[in-house]
């Protein structure tokens, strides 16, 4: 009976260790159809072309040759991206601000980052 306990259990862990790598092939493929998302904390006030955005958390999901900006689930700007590769992967998720304009979203663990247009 407690032989049959550790046939079991051994057995559980064994199905659980093939499903790691079948979750991570899942995600990777989500993320290989061009769309990411990095949720990032604007602390003063900025412009997304001719929309500001106040401070506040905020969601910017790019996808081919868009970025969306959400706020509480509600779209709040939006703007033509151009990907830029070859860059080192980025520590963090970060927006680059120039003269209060936001010119670019960098992705946390990625080379690819969104130059708005």
């Known amino acids: 009976m407690y032989r049959n306990r550790i046939v079991r259990l051994s057995a559980l862990f064994v199905a ?3 499903l790691l790598p079948v979750t991570s092939l899942i995600a990777s493929a989500k993320e290989s159809k061009g769309t990411l998302r990095a949720d990032i904390q604007v602390v003063g006030s900025v412009m997304i072309g001719s929309t500001p955005l106040s401070a506040g958390n905020y969601a910017f999901i790019a996808d081919e ?3 969306q900006v959400t706020r509480n689930g509600k779209v709040v700007a939006e703007a033509s991206i151009q990907w830029q590769d070859g860059k080192p992967k980025a520590e963090s998720s970060s927006l680059v601000i120039d003269n209060n304009q936001i010119k670019e979203v960098r992705f946390g663990g990625k080379t690819r980052s969104a130059v708005l247009q």
Do not use: T
């Open 16 to 18: 659980m260790a093939l």
């Open 65 to 67: 040759s868009k970025l």
